[in-house]
């Protein structure tokens, strides 16, 4: 227990601590589906490689009652039972995504397939998370752990010449490994067309890079044999390049407004970056256990 003791005054002045005392049958995540007062699935990321999933975005939209809708924006976003995401709890690692609920295609994106372990998709409201969880349900995205063997996976193809190159390697092996898994993803998009209407026509093309890099830390061990340890650092970082030519509608041409057109040239840059450092330390006892869950975010 004094070793236990010390550990916790180190991590203490790093991350933010929430610990909740529970008993053994009744443990936080993630959780068994026969032990559990709510109901949960669990989905293996390893049992999607048949769709060739290079983010996130790619795997959920595949899992059962996962569906995509419209944000105001006009941009695609993440939903469970067809409702709004705002009723959605996006977690990874039972913490909250990366910057709220506010664009579930964006965070989605930024994370690729490789890193994720499994996925665990609560179809009803959750009272014993610390971001509350949703009113229509709760998405807990798992990463890979430090139990795994070296790996590596390269693939180039399409029209743009997509490319992705990712991989995992074990650091430290043993009672305490570590591992190392990272991705280098370029995604490229060209498309052109012809718009006419009552207003006028014309030509239009539009162009799209992003280059994303992925780094993933993740350590296990045990504190005196019997207290298991999990940590993680986990990077992202993405460029994106936008370019729109030509002449393009206004308004949506499912309206009942009359379409305007408009001549633009517009070029767009941005960058993201994503820091995550978070871990998890049980304390075992005879007939209780003790969950304390640290997690700290920059984007």
């Known amino acids: 227990m004094q070793g236990a003791r010390v550990a916790g005054r180190r991590l203490k002045p790093l991350l933010l601590m929430a610990a909740l005392l529970v008993a053994h049958s009744a443990q936080s995540l993630p959780q068994s589906l026969n032990t559990v007062a709510y109901p949960q699935e669990v989905y293996l990321a390893e049992d999607f490689r048949y769709y060739a999933p290079q983010t996130l975005f790619d795997l959920l939209q595949r899992l059962p009652g996962v569906s995509l809708g419209w944000q105001p924006d006009g941009e695609l976003e993440i939903q469970l039972h067809g409702l709004s995401s705002q009723y959605l709890t996006l977690l990874i690692n039972g913490h909250p995504l990366l910057g709220g609920a506010g664009n579930s295609s964006l965070n989605t994106r930024q994370i690729p397939a490789s890193l994720v372990h499994h996925i665990e998709i609560d179809r009803n409201s959750r009272a014993d998370l610390d971001a509350g969880g949703g009113g229509g349900g ?52 060209h498309s052109e067309g012809f718009s006419r209407t009552p207003a006028g026509n014309g030509d239009w093309q539009e162009h799209s890079r992003e280059l994303s890099r992925s780094l993933l830390f993740s350590f296990n061990s045990r504190l005196n044999n019997q207290h298991p340890l999990h940590l993680y650092a986990l990077y992202l970082q993405a460029d994106n390049h936008e370019r729109l030519q030509g002449l393009h509608p206004l308004n949506s041409p499912n309206t009942l407004q009359r379409p305007q057109l408009t001549d633009s040239n517009t070029e767009r840059n941005s960058e993201r970056v994503t820091q995550r450092l978070g871990g998890n330390l049980r304390l075992n006892w005879q007939h209780l256990s003790l969950d304390a869950f640290f997690y700290r975010r920059t984007v």
């Open 138 to 189: 709760t998405i807990n995205v798992i990463l890979n752990s430090a139990d795994g063997g070296n790996r590596l996976q390269i693939s180039a193809g399409g029209e743009a010449l997509n490319a992705q190159l990712n991989g995992s390697a074990q650091l430290l092996s043993g009672e305490s490994p570590l591992r190392l898994s990272a991705e280098r993803r370029l995604a490229r998009q």
